[in-house]
């Protein structure tokens, strides 16, 4: 009886957050009709932007436990690739963005062969430190990224004949890439590879022993996450049509990898949750000016304080020492 | 000859910092973003302290050093604290104290102005030449002064009781609570140090370079744990001789190769490094359990 209890409550569960995932759907689908200033459907197309980049980051941090601060990077080496590519070469959107996505994917992989053998922090540091070396790469190759003068008038991008111009189209296009992103990590979340990847973060020596290998679900992890952040950053470069180094600093990183632990580590919920809460916090103290950074630096403390576990962490993966 | 002598002095700098991170990691296993921000606004007390022109500049200095490591034990006591007590992951405090230092950096922006600040220049040393090097009465002043703190540091550690309670704590957090020692004084007591010489560093790098800005120490900071994680996270002599390492590398680098990669370099041999040596210089193996 108790499991049939249980399983009852769950199918309920399981349909209520259906449904609520239906309305949220529709909402989101009907955001630039509803006569909402462009000014809202943009903070919608950046915290879409966000969502995205925490889901990405939670497939190789919340997921396989490989806590990384240097995702900006990714994120920038995929708009710069995908910006270059068409500034200079012309080619069209579809393949651009999917170039910036396997560039960023193959130098993640690249990093991810000497960051294998390192463990946590010392991990966590090689990544920030990759970050880094990206930034000033970026910052000094001036005949090709132009460095500090970034790159302006990156094309409108053009899918399927379709001009993306207005702030509805761009809204629906990062739509459809987060949702592509959401699907795609859940789906790996809720797969035996999801597991192995869990398995990772618990114990990696247990894992081994195990069976899992640990070293292709990690090259896994990597270069599917690495993929989307570069995905993501090409979006970025084409719509916001102007990049320069510093839209990929550190802050960068530490912001999305806030998303993830603030969300609850491996809950993609959670990560999205996190995401419109982060970003839509400093957005609605703009009138407090100077205080914003002050008070956001503060709300990330007391979210820890308050919420060790992330908004939507399940108590039972704490660690207990 | 002089690119070394100038990256020792940088090095001596960053290796006050890092003995800070390792120290706070040895014991709480986590870095400390916080660190580099604690470096700013300790730059930025002594700053206010000198110029108020009633102090002389010693004092001043003291001053600064006591009130930063009091800020750092209460960064601690507010902020790390509540967190630690929940046994949350260590990520939350590595989270936590980039939020802290995300707020130290604004705050002091509001305090001190977003502009560069002039760092009153108190001491007028001269230079010397030697070899063929010049190395300016100040840069002796910082060798002497880090020299100093260190030496009193490592005797802290090694003789006294509380140093020994230190030591113990960094090994084994539980077992040295059994043995009746009060951990949360104790990391008090590595927040005030750590702080204090974070202070210093910013001070002398304040007057070194003349200038002090807000951001002043995000760099130092991610250079600074570079350091300690370079020389192996945690021991005393690792974060040392890191920092001298960073210091003189980067400094060549920037002299030789390119001074547009200088900061870059620091991350460069660090990756370097910990794929020979995957904890760092001096840093014990990590033990993996069974």
Redesign the interface.
Known sequence: MQVLGGNRKASLSSRASRILFGILGLVLLAVPYVGVSSYVVRMFTLTLMYISLGLSLNLLSGLAGQ?SLGHAAFYGIGAYTSALLSLRLGLPFMLTCLAGGIMASLLGLLLCF?AM??????F???T???G??VR??I??WAKLTRGPMGLPGIPQPVILGIRIASDGAYYYLILVIAVIIYAVVSNISNSATGRALVAIREDT?VAEAMGVNVFKYKMIAFGLSTFFAGIVGAYFAHYISFIDPSNFT?DES?LI??LV??GG?GNLKGTILAACFLIAVPEVMRGLL??R??I??????L???IR??GLLGSQKR???? | MQQIVNGLTIGTMYSLCAVGYSMVFGILEFVNFAHGSIYTVGAFITLTLVSSGRIGFGVSFLLSMIATGLLGVAIDRFAYYPIRSKRAPKMNLLIGSIGMSIFLQNLAMLIWGSQTRNYPEVLRLGSTRLLGVTISHYQVVIFLLTAFLIVALQTFIKKTKTGKAMRATAQNVDATKLMGVNVNLIVQIVFFIGSALACVAGTLVGMYYQAADPWMGFMPGLKAFTAAVLGGIGVFEGAMVGGLIIGIVETLAAAYIHAGYRDGIAFAVLIIVLLVRPTGLWGKALSRKV
């Open positions: 806590v000497p053998k390192l463990q946590g922090t010392y966590t540091f090689v920030l430190g990759f880094e070396i000033l790469i910052l000094n020596l550190f530490s990898l806030s632990v603030l580590m100077a205080y950074m002050l956001y630096g503060l709300i990330l403390v979210a820890m304080m060790p576990q704490m660690q207990v020492s």
